[in-house]
């Protein structure tokens, strides 16, 4: 039953996102996104390795995400992307490989069998970015963020690290 977490920045997502996994020890599969490209997304990185459980597997996405959840799918699996808008940062300037990306991750999420749970930025809050790849992206993501949440069971929005239930039943 996939699950999208969407929320600004600092709102809690990612917190959230671990809540709802197992925490009786059972593997948790956490792909991560994020490239520590500056000393600030490295510290981001850091603080998100500590809070996770030790007994979790972290897979560094490479790219092809849907690729990466399916591998890891099974009926009792459980994976954790953190997240969906990171991982959109790196494909950002090729438009025909971004909309191939999402669309193989639309495409692989209703045939997963096991749990998971999607931590995605919501971009399109704040104000109309001035440059041309700003909002490139938050299009972008936008245009991402609504065709996942149509392949989800339940999506939760957080704002001041609360969860705000916009589609399914609260976990």
């Known amino acids: 039953m996939p699950t999208l977490v969407l929320g600004g920045q600092r709102s809690g997502k990612s ?11 059972r593997s ?8 520590g490209n500056d000393e600030a997304m490295r510290e981001r990185i850091r603080a998100h390795r500590a809070r ?3 007994h979790w597997r972290t897979l560094e996405c ?3 995400l849907a690729a990466d959840l399916a591998a890891n799918d099974g009926p009792d699996a459980y994976q954790l992307v953190d997240c969906l808008t990171l991982w959109l940062t790196a494909l950002v300037d090729d438009a025909d490989r971004a909309s191939a990306g999402i669309d193989a991750l ?5 045939q997963l ?6 931590v995605s930025n919501e971009t399109g809050l704040g104000v109309v970015p001035m440059d041309a790849i700003s909002r490139r ?7 991402m963020n609504q065709a996942v ?5 339940r999506v939760v929005f957080m704002a001041a690290g609360l969860p705000m239930h916009l589609k399914g039943t609260q976990p």
């Open 62 to 64: 490479q790219g092809d």
């Open 106 to 110: 639309t495409q692989t999420l209703p």
């Open 137 to 143: 992206f938050v299009d972008l993501a936008g245009r």
């Open 28 to 35: 948790v599969t956490y792909i991560a996104t994020a490239i």
């Open 113 to 118: 069998s096991g749990s998971v749970v999607l």
């Open 149 to 153: 949440a149509g392949c989800c069971e």
């Open 52 to 54: 996770r459980p030790a």
């Open 15 to 25: 917190r959230y996102a671990e809540s709802l996994m197992p925490s009786d020890g």
